[in-house]
């Protein structure tokens, strides 16, 4: 069985511990995180940094939910006041 290229980033209880450095591996990390999101349900900022603190150990929430947007994982109304999960991942395709 092959091995988890995110294992190494994750904790016991599955939270990421560090934000990988090469793209790939950030790609996987942020997939992982999206798939925390229910899709259709909107988010405020505030509910989208409760559940990625959940999710993670490093206390960086506004990092990963820009870099959740810029790749296009959530998408957002224009003034900032809803997220949604964006479209099919890449694991759904």
Known sequence: ????????FLDQEGRLTAFPSK???RLL???YLAGKFQPG???TEKEVNALLCQWHTF?????????????RF???ARDGSAYWLEGPQP???
């Open 1 to 8: 069985m092959a091995k988890d290229p995110l294992q190494p």
């Open 23 to 25: 793209r790939l591996k």
């Open 29 to 31: 990390a942020l997939s």
């Open 41 to 43: 349900r909107p988010y």
């Open 59 to 71: 206390r960086d929430p506004a990092t990963l939910r820009r870099e959740l947007y810029d790749n």
């Open 74 to 76: 959530l998408d957002r």
């Open 91 to 93: 694991g759904d395709i």
